[in-house]
């Protein structure tokens, strides 16, 4: 992979991670501060409704948070854009449709199947 393609995939994963490290601060300064008593059950209800989709979505994020991380990892040990489980080059068309992925298409494929077929 050119040096270009890489410092732009650098560049996506850090502005993803700043993003995304600015949210997860964003929800715990929210939940912290506002302690909100509602007399009414439903009202009630709805804000932990809230609150529970709101810590769904950042735990989601904390593993992309995670995997990001790992990607920058690999862009620094200059094994990024390098299938885990064959060897082979990730195409780079895969790479901007999801550059924290650790495995080419084929091999993602055989293993989504595989999993289909175990039941996982």
Known sequence: MRKKDIK????LLTNQLEVLLSHADDTVSGM?????????????ASLES???????IRDRE??????????????ENETFGIC???GEE??????????VT?????????????EK???I
Request: charged share 40%; hydrophobic share 30%; net charge positive.
């Open 32 to 44: 912290t501060a506002l302690k909100e008593n509602f007399p009414d059950p439903t009202d009630r």
């Open 50 to 56: 809230d609150r529970n989709f709101m810590l769904r």
């Open 117 to 119: 077929a175990l039941g």
């Open 90 to 99: 990730i195409s780079h068309k895969r790479l901007k449709a999801r550059p």
């Open 62 to 75: 904390s593993k992309l948070i995670k995997k990001i991380k790992k990607a920058l990892e690999r862009i």
């Open 8 to 11: 732009s995939f650098k560049e």
């Open 102 to 114: 650790t495995y080419c298409i084929e091999c993602k494929t055989k293993e989504e199947a595989l």
């Open 84 to 86: 885990e489980k064959c």
